[in-house]
């Protein structure tokens, strides 16, 4: 699928590639792999053409239509399932033309959208956005309702949606929840093209990919398998080249004692100009930089406080005064506990965490806590909210004023930031030496409960193993918030669950809630299908059914439509039949339980099936139509 041939790309004064070559197979999920700062989203503009290359060292075959989630989409008027929708051009371009067609292209245009499935689009495109956490009334709001992070949701579910022979996704999971980075490790197992993810989510390229690219010196290699795969060949392939390096050191110890001991003799002058000739041309084998990770510095307080550090009776918090987000809070903590804190984006996480940082005070009920517990808290906007002029070394003297430039330069080197950045201005730190500094900064007053919000969103997988070091190592406390699956279930020994407008603990581990989320969302995307489902029939026999625009145009003349535009029309209708005929089937089994167990959906259903039942009998109806058309035409 795509084949990058010698490649060299130097820009910044620095050198990203030095003739990498590289050839993805078609259907491969590949993930690309390398630290921060290596060079993946570079890799990435060059493949989309938004840098070039010293030539033609990257192709894909020509018809082939590369798909990327490169920025939010714009806050317009449009809603959101209709930005969706207009992702699929060709679909959008057909639907455009029968507004303006002519009679005599009604049919040909009909046919094509019969042909690529268009009249379940609405439904597929619903599907992938209660996936990525929009809920039923969300879809038909408008863009400019939405905050940057969710047109980030929507730019992505616009990629998917279009389902690119080339899907490029540059860390999708940054900007969801842990619910949605589980939906969408799924649904990318299923994609049915070509997937290039870079991702520092170990899980999710467990899950999902079959290759690993690794980008390292300069170089691509390829790795068949997942991550873990990648890193036994990887640590195997280094283990023998040092091995190889190591006895080609000894053959050329050998041969240079033999050369500087006879080259002075006569009689061995050959012997050793032999020797000396035979080294020359043996070519040293270079062994890759060792790639060495700063330790994160989480100091664990010094004395423990008497438990427990927290406890929260039907306490309720909010940010207006009675309007409470969370209600009803009965929970306790203790100085060793490790809590992992779910719930979907806007169930109440991040205002949880700004109660127990005393961000903001209870409205009703009782909030006991140490008055000299001490809490590190760090959240996601805090990397966002940094003064781009700042420098790493003027933000250690605020929160140092009374030490050394000697000691706050050493603490600065023990945060993982080396003398060259300690003057660095923000604006030219990467995003992972950014979350660095202020992880560590968070923790450096010793706190008793450490409150980490997404602290993983811009740290490579050996940072992540760096950071999870250290929170094992730390003896306080620990609320995280994280969308990574592995931090998650290797430092939570307890969960709890942010939803119906409260926090609870949950009863289960990560693969237990990682099965309820895609419960959720598969039965949560039901209602688009069922309001999309009462009009297939005039989808189904678009041909037979002029549209307004054709009407106005003389469409009541138009001529009759062609066989095979009769034969997709009801073969169409009949894939519908059949399709409706399950839908009803299904129907009839929730009313049947329902009956029994939940009396309360009982009208629901039936207004359910009353319309699948409609749309039964239209597509019947649609059927019967072309079948006859169809049998006129041909009899002639």
């Not at 033999?258 to 032999?274: C, G, I, L």
């Not at 779910?342 to 109660?355: C, D, E, H, R, Y």
């Not at 609320?479 to 931090?487: E, G, K, V």
Request: hydrophobic share 40%; charged share 25%.
């Amino acid at each position: 699928m795509l084949q990058i041939t010698n490649l060299t790309f130097n820009a910044w004064g620095r050198r990203f590639l030095d003739d990498a070559s590289v050839s993805l197979p078609p259907g491969a999920k590949v993930g690309l792999v390398g630290r921060n700062g290596i060079g993946k989203s570079t890799l990435f503009k060059i493949i989309l053409g938004e840098l070039a290359g010293n030539g033609d060292e990257v192709s894909l075959p020509k018809t082939a239509r590369i798909g990327s989630v490169d920025q939010e989409h714009p806050a317009t008027p449009v809603s959101v399932l209709d930005t969706i929708l207009e992702a699929d051009e060709e679909r959008h371009a057909l639907m455009t033309r029968l507004e303006t067609a002519e009679p005599e292209e009604m049919g040909e245009i009909w046919a094509r959208l019969i042909e690529i499935d268009a009249d379940s689009a609405p439904a597929r495109a619903s599907e992938i956005l209660v996936g990525l956490g929009f809920s039923q009334e969300e879809l038909h709001r408008p863009m400019s309702h939405f905050s940057g992070g969710w047109r980030m949701r929507v730019a992505l579910a616009a990629a998917l949606f279009a389902e690119p022979d080339m899907l490029l996704l540059d860390e999708p999971t940054n900007y969801l929840d842990l619910e949605g980075a589980l939906w969408l490790e799924a649904r990318l197992k299923k994609y049915p093209a070509t997937a290039l993810i870079i991702s520092h989510d170990r899980e999710m390229l467990n899950a999902v990919c079959t290759h690993i690219l690794h980008l390292s010196n300069h170089k691509l290699d390829l790795y068949t398998g997942n991550y873990d795969t990648f890193e036994k060949t990887r640590s195997e392939k280094l283990r023998l080249m040092a091995a190889t390096r190591a006895k080609q050191d000894a053959e050329r110890a050998h041969l240079q004692s033999f050369v500087d001991r006879f080259k002075a003799k006569a009689s061995k002058a050959a012997q050793a100009q032999s020797r000396v000739k035979k080294l020359e041309k043996m070519q040293r084998i270079e062994l890759p930089p060792e790639d060495r990770v700063a330790p994160f510095v989480l100091p664990s307080p010094p004395r423990p406080l008497p438990p427990p550090l927290i406890r929260l009776e039907k306490a309720s918090v909010g940010y207006e005064p009675g309007k409470p987000i969370l209600r009803n809070l009965n929970l306790r903590m203790d100085l060793d506990d490790r809590i992992g804190l779910l719930g979907v984006n806007g169930a109440g996480k991040s205002t949880f965490a700004k109660l127990i940082a005393k961000a903001l005070t209870i409205q009703a009920g009782e909030f006991h806590r140490d008055g000299k517990m001490r809490v590190g808290w760090f959240h996601q906007h805090q990397i966002e909210a940094m003064d781009p002029t700042d420098t790493p070394l003027e933000i250690i003297r605020r929160a140092m004023p009374d030490a050394s430039e000697s000691s706050r330069r050493s603490r600065l080197a023990q945060f993982g930031l080396p003398f060259e950045k300690q003057e660095t201005r923000v604006d030219a730190l990467s995003g992972g030496e950014r979350a660095r500094l202020l992880l560590n900064m968070v923790a450096m007053d010793a706190p008793h409960i450490l409150i980490l919000d997404e602290p993983t969103n811009h740290l490579d997988i050996d940072s992540r193993r760096a950071l999870l070091d250290a929170l094992n190592e730390y003896t306080g406390a620990v609320i995280l918030i994280t969308h990574d699956r592995s931090l998650m279930e290797l430092v939570a020994d307890r969960l709890w669950l942010a939803a119906d407008g409260t926090v609870k603990p949950f009863e289960g581990d990560m693969d237990a809630y990682a099965a309820f989320v895609l419960e959720r969302a598969k039965q949560g995307s039901k209602p688009a299908q069922l309001k999309a489902e009462p009009e297939p029939a005039p989808a189904a026999t678009p041909a037979l059914q002029p549209s307004p625009a054709a009407s106005k145009s003389g469409g009541s003349k138009d001529k009759t439509p062609s066989p095979s535009t009769l034969r997709h029309a009801a073969k169409k209708a009949e894939a519908e039949m059949a399709r409706l005929t399950d839908q009803l089937a299904r129907i009839d089994d929730d009313l049947a339980e329902a009956s029994v167990n939940d009396p309360s959906k009982l009208e629901g259903l039936t207004r359910a099936r009353v319309k699948a039942q409609t749309a039964l009998d239209e597509a019947e109806a649609a059927w019967l139509a072309a079948e006859e058309t169809l049998a006129a035409v041909e009899a002639g």
